[in-house]
């Protein structure tokens, strides 16, 4: 069957698209019962500093195993729990945990063990005025120091202006460090560099995989960094995975690193194991 749109155009009657729609509204319920019955858990990923390796912060990363085991990936499920609202008591569960897991790394391996732990925060979690008190609630609560830290937020969550920015602002006189997330894959990630207080950038994976390529992925790889230190910011190359663009990454600059070359998301007793030996990961 067929239905003609505003425009002419004609939209088909997907029975796909009807079996997605009630997909998603299983999912949304599943995953409200999901956080009351503790099926979420955190991994870690590694960031490193280049060339050597060594272990400098991490990044928590959420996962959804299902009462029948089945893995959920958050590419999957956080954009449901946006558009549901859940987000916001599952990502105020997540920074909390995130904060426990953060003061118990500090009490077992020193105050100086890790600079940084990063969290995701999404565009609906932006939108909550009650974000920085969440998160101020988190640090006292676990005694976990504001600058410890990293808000990785994306540019399509703060492009908008308006209240996303006013949280980031509220968020940033914490103390807390704030990242922007898939940079450059955004609509506005230079002007954004103007208006939003960001420490950081996490350089999209999409750029990384360019090295290697035509001379003009390469040229625009090496400003990202370029810009980012002019003002004072760090850089985090993300999605690194052959040896290859780590070398490159370090020759245009680069000091951190995120990738499965390193690591790939990890337990938090995985963490404690490479803590333990001040770890180096090889490249
Ligand atoms: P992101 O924040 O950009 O996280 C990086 C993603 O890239 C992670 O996927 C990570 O596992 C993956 N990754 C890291 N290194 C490599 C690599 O070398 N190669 C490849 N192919 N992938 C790599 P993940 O864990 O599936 O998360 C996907 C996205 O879901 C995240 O992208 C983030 O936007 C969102 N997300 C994950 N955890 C959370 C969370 O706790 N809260 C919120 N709000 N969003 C989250
Ligand atoms: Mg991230
Ligand atoms: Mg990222
Ligand atoms: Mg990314």
């Known amino acids: 069957e067929a239905m003609t749109g505003t425009g002419g155009s004609v939209i088909r009657y997907d029975a796909s698209l009807e079996r997605e729609l009630t997909q998603r509204a299983t999912i949304a319920a599943d995953l409200r019962r999901g956080l009351t019955a503790g099926e979420f858990h955190m991994l870690y990923q590694p960031i490193v500093e280049l060339p050597h390796g060594r272990l400098v912060g991490v990044e928590a990363l959420v996962r959804w195993t299902r009462a029948d085991g089945r893995v959920v990936s958050p590419a999957d499920f956080i954009p449901i729990a946006e558009d549901t609202g859940l987000i916001v008591d599952l990502g105020a569960w997540i920074i909390d945990t995130v904060c426990a897991q953060a003061a118990a790394w500090q009490r077992e391996h020193g105050p100086e063990a890790l600079r940084s732990v990063a969290v995701n925060v999404s565009a609906r979690q932006l939108l909550d005025p009650g974000l920085p008190?969440?998160?101020a609630g988190a640090l006292a609560g676990h005694g976990v120091p504001a600058k410890l830290l990293t808000v990785e937020i994306t540019e399509t969550a703060v492009f908008g202006g308006g209240r996303a920015l006013a949280t980031v602002h509220a968020?940033?006189?914490?103390?807390v460090s704030l990242a922007l997330d898939d940079f450059g894959t955004g609509h506005s990630s230079l002007g954004l560099l103007r208006t939003c207080p960001v420490d950081a950038i996490k350089v999209d994976k999409s750029f990384v995989d360019g090295l290697g390529g035509t001379p003009q992925q390469e040229a625009i790889v090496t400003a990202l960094t370029g810009i980012a230190e002019t003002m004072g910011l760090r850089t985090v190359a993300e999605g690194v995975e052959t040896a290859e663009q780590a070398q490159r990454?370090?020759?245009?600059g680069y000091r951190y690193a995120q990738g499965f070359l390193f690591a790939r998301p990890l337990p938090p007793s995985a963490i404690d194991a490479m803590l333990q030996q001040n770890h180096h990961i090889a490249a």
């Open 249 to 252: 990454l370090f020759e245009l």
């Open 171 to 175: 968020l940033s006189e914490l103390g």
């Open 133 to 135: 008190d969440l998160v």
